[in-house]
């Protein structure tokens, strides 16, 4: 009877322990955090966490292509905090199903824009029309076809050339004159103003009906709930990231410099058409779903009860004020 007592005792004991080994927050527990990023200007602040975080929490960086694969293995749980786009965040929500994403706070607005070769004359919105422009299917067609709309003009106007992945087959073809614009990425826009074939014109894609809202920090549900002081602190290190290089633009330029090693010139040139931006848009993140959906992109768009679900305003509200 004694052994018995004693080896209900130690099983307790050891499903105590057990359970209080799961509710520790990552760093108790001393493991690695998996951090999504992308080679872009706008993931500054993301990437920063390293040096302001990274004595109190094992980071890791995974870096990805497209915000498609980001969210999958964020979803999946392969990544516990990543960069993501709202448009990865709309497609999400109109799956239905289990939620597995949460925002928590914005990052950039803008920083996809339009760039045209030096010899292509562009002065106003209505230049655009006939014009051949490189396309990536997703955000950047996206961008183009609302700023395009709200300027009085139809996006049915435009020759688009489509590419499967965004970057140097885009800039290629304006280089070899196969388009006359291209709709892209920084650093991708910057990289051709800086080599001197294409300028940015005055027609700025930012402009459009959902703010040019761009991408945020996302979380994976399981992860955030388990560890919400970590994801505090990861949110206050964002926004102290982005007071920062908005105040000093070379910081920022410093910053993509050391850790994506992208040339210094092509970043000081890019830097300046991105909005850092740690607000999280809800309203404008229901106009772009409409958008998606009138493009195809997505089936059907989420209830806006189920798609502001997505969003959790907490930790943003609990960032320390400066004083």
């Not at 200007?41 to 497209?66: C, I, M, P, T």
């Not at 614009?181 to 930012?206: K, N, W």
């Not at 410093?254 to 092509?266: F, L």
């Amino acid at each position: 009877m004694r052994s018995n007592k004693r080896g209900a005792a130690m099983a307790l004991a050891a499903a105590i322990a057990s359970f209080a080994a799961a509710a520790m927050p990552a760093h108790a527990q001393d493991s690695t955090v998996k951090i999504g990023y992308f080679a872009q200007l706008h993931d500054a602040a993301l990437l920063s966490l390293k040096d302001s975080l990274g004595g109190k929490y094992k980071l890791e960086y995974v870096k990805f292509q497209r915000y498609a694969d980001a969210a999958i293995a964020l979803t999946r749980g392969d990544i516990q905090i990543t960069s993501l786009g709202y448009a990865s965040l709309i497609t999400d929500a109109s799956r239905g199903g289990q939620q597995k994403i949460f925002f928590v706070s914005g990052l950039a607005r803008g920083a996809i824009n339009l760039v045209c070769r030096k010899d292509v004359k562009i002065e106003k919105w209505a230049d655009l029309k006939g014009k051949s422009i490189g396309v990536v299917s997703g955000f950047p067609e996206i961008f183009l076809d609302d700023a395009v709309g709200k300027h009085g003009g139809n996006p049915a106007d435009l020759r688009k050339v489509n590419f499967a992945v965004a970057g140097p087959p885009v800039l290629q073809a304006l280089k070899d004159k196969t388009t006359d614009c291209a709709s892209v990425f920084e650093p991708f826009g910057a990289t051709a103003v800086s080599e001197g074939y294409a300028y940015y014109p005055r027609t700025d894609l930012i402009d459009n009906s959902f703010l040019g809202i761009n991408n945020g920090v996302a979380v994976n549900a399981e992860f955030l709930q388990a560890n919400r002081p970590l994801i505090q602190d990861v949110v206050n290190g964002v926004v102290a990231a982005t007071a920062n290089y908005r105040q000093s633009k070379s910081a920022w330029v410093t910053q993509m410099v050391k850790s994506q090693g992208i040339p210094g010139p092509i970043v000081t040139i890019g830097v300046d058409r991105v909005v850092l931006d740690n607000a999280l848009y809800k309203d404008q993140a229901w106009t772009l779903a409409g958008n998606m959906k009138k493009q195809g992109l997505i089936k059907g768009v989420a209830s806006r009860e189920t798609l502001d679900g997505y969003f959790d305003p907490s930790f943003l509200a609990a960032v320390p004020k400066k004083k």
